[in-house]
């Protein structure tokens, strides 16, 4: 199974993308062999129309914005364990976010929260809840019920 976070705005502070980077050392530091791949990039909108236009059953794509359906941490951990697609892409929209017809085009709509958040805290909260995930997946000691 691989990750793919994509985004299309970049991180304003550097407390910002320093604590999305802590969480990509522990997850690559723990994943070991049940994930194969995380990888995050910005890239341009019209990337990712190219991308969603050409998925397929190997690429689970989930779009995030505040209208999607809200997951619990475990649900969450079942999507990224129980999907048969090789990868699955998560894309954060821009500024205004997606349009309903783009919404329509992924595979599964999203929300971290039914507030509006800025698009590096929503990265940061989405790589947590990926690194949490796999922590349960391999009961290690972070999660706690």
């Not at 951990?77 to 309903?100: A, P, V, Y």
């Not at 590096?120 to 009961?139: M, P």
Request: hydrophobic fraction near 40%.
């Amino acid at each position: 199974m691989n990750i793919e976070l994509l985004y299309q705005d970049k991180f304003k502070f550097d407390f910002e993308k320093d604590l999305f980077n802590k969480y990509q050392v522990r997850l690559k530091k723990i994943s070991g062999k049940i994930l194969g791949r995380f990888a995050e990039k910005k890239v341009s909108e019209k990337k990712m129309v190219e991308i969603i236009s050409k998925k397929d059953a190997n690429n689970y794509v989930i779009l995030l914005d505040e209208k999607g359906e809200q997951l619990k941490t475990h649900q969450l951990k079942d999507l990224i364990f129980n999907t048969q697609s090789k990868t699955i892409t998560f894309m954060i929209g821009g500024t205004d976010g997606f349009s309903e017809q783009f919404l329509k085009k992924g595979n599964m709509v999203m929300s971290l929260s039914r507030m509006t958040l800025t698009h590096s805290f929503a990265a940061i909260i989405l790589l947590e809840q990926i690194y949490r995930s796999v922590t349960i997946k391999i009961n290690h000691p972070y999660h706690r019920r």
